[in-house]
């Protein structure tokens, strides 16, 4: 190939989709604005100043005084890199509750960095066993113990305090995936005594994606202290990033690595806005919304994957009817209305549809459109509705 001809490509002209599968969700235009702000150097006062005021911010979302809560620079899968690979040394077991594929995703990272994973397999759509899970505690020597607590492949939402319960039988440590909670369901880490917590910042916290939050108790950051090996990964060791990050009120930061800073701007933004809102405020939309949507795909003779008592508001399994072409609808509302839903992972691939409903994309405006989109593309499909998802979303809004 000659380099001569440099290559002639067309400027980006994205549309505006509506983001409505397992993420990235939708970003408010005040993040994108705060996004396009000058650039500061990583070591500006200003920008100092924007990182502490982030970390304010994160405790409040992750509900926590932990003074180690920063965003790692990298997605939601480096936060979870950070989480293990800072918390577990190598050859030390970690019992990890796969009840999906990100718990599957986990137990890959933990094997990476040389510790001994033990599986708790649970059933996919349902939450984590705990009978095999206490067994499998029980029966090790784990320090550690793993759950996901918003499963974005089968839309789960895990209850955290019967985890804490099996970890206390022996002072464990509980760490806990929130990437798709953070922002929408409470998450309470100090509530919960979470030693380890990552989210990322692209689903409910509607920033796009590029950080991963982490919060460390204080009886974490002391085993991450203790440590006789040093963390194997030099980018996300959490003893390095402490002195870039958490040497607030008038202590030296010391260079690490140069932030993101665009991304901390679309952060702070962000955060802001959750701020705004309020946590309770913010859960109670993500729930009424997700309601109305269920109401809605119910009346149509659909059906959800997930029990009642377990459904996550922001990503909802709906199985794909009887001779529906899962994809063949997924492009159909993608090209004709714009609208993006996901389709499943794993051992869910080709039987459910994921439909977020995630930080700015829980709206009513978009529970209504993707029902009517929705009746629309299966009407293609062959498949008649039962009722009309529309009007009865519009019967839950009229009461709720
Ligand atoms: C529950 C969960 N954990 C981890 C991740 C990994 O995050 P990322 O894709 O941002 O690296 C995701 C991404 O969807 C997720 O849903």
Redesign the pocket.
């Known amino acids: 190939m000659s380099f001569a001809d440099a290559p002639a490509i067309a400027p980006l002209n994205p549309p505006r989709r509506i983001l409505l599968g397992?993420?990235p969700s939708p970003v408010d235009d005040r993040v994108l604005r705060a996004m396009s702000a000058p650039l500061l150097g990583h070591l500006d006062p200003l920008f100092v100043r924007t990182m502490d005021e982030v970390q304010v911010l994160l405790r409040y979302v992750f509900e926590t005084n932990n003074s180690l809560t920063i965003p790692i620079s990298g997605?939601?899968?480096?936060g979870?890199e950070a989480a293990v690979a800072n918390l577990i040394e190598p050859d030390e077991e970690i019992v990890i509750c796969i009840n999906g594929y990100?718990g599957e995703?986990m137990y890959e990272m933990a094997t990476r960095v040389g510790a001994r994973p033990i599986r708790v397999e649970c059933e996919w759509g349902g939450p984590v066993d705990l009978e095999k899970a206490r067994a499998a505690w029980r029966a090790s020597n784990a320090s550690v113990l793993f759950a996901?607590h918003?499963?974005?492949s089968t839309g789960v939402l895990q209850p955290l305090e019967p985890l804490r319960e099996i970890a206390d039988e022996r002072d464990g440590f509980l760490m806990i995936?929130s990437?798709?909670s953070v922002g929408a369901h409470s998450i309470g880490v100090d509530r919960n005594r979470i030693d380890a917590c990552y989210a990322?910042t692209?689903?409910a916290l509607s920033c796009p994606?590029g950080l991963?939050p982490v919060t460390f108790s204080d009886r974490a950051v002391d085993k991450i202290r203790a440590r006789k090996t040093k963390v194997s990964s030099w980018y996300l060791d959490t003893t390095l990033l402490t002195a870039y990050w958490a040497d607030a009120g008038g202590g030296q930061r010391t260079y690490h690595h140069t932030a993101p800073i665009t991304m901390n701007y679309g952060l702070h933004e962000a955060l802001r806005m959750v701020a705004e809102e309020g946590l309770d405020e913010r859960a109670k939309r993500h729930q009424r919304n997700h309601r109305a949507l269920v109401a809605g795909i119910e009346a149509m003779g659909l059906s959800m994957q997930v029990d009642p008592d377990y459904r996550l508001w922001t990503l909802n399994a709906v199985r794909i009817p009887e001779g529906v072409d899962d994809a063949s609808v997924r492009s159909r509302l993608l090209q004709e209305f714009d609208i993006e839903i996901g389709g499943g992972l794993g051992i869910f691939k080709g039987k459910v549809w994921r439909i977020g409903l995630m930080g700015a994309g829980s709206t009513e405006n978009n529970v209504l459109l993707l029902l009517a989109a929705l009746e629309k593309a299966l009407a293609h499909e062959g498949y008649r509705v039962k009722d009309s998802g529309v009007s009865a979303a519009n019967e839950f809004y009229s009461v709720n």
């Open positions: 397992p993420g997605t939601g899968s480096a979870m990100f995703r996901v918003a499963e974005t995936d990437v798709t990322g692209q689903k994606p991963a």
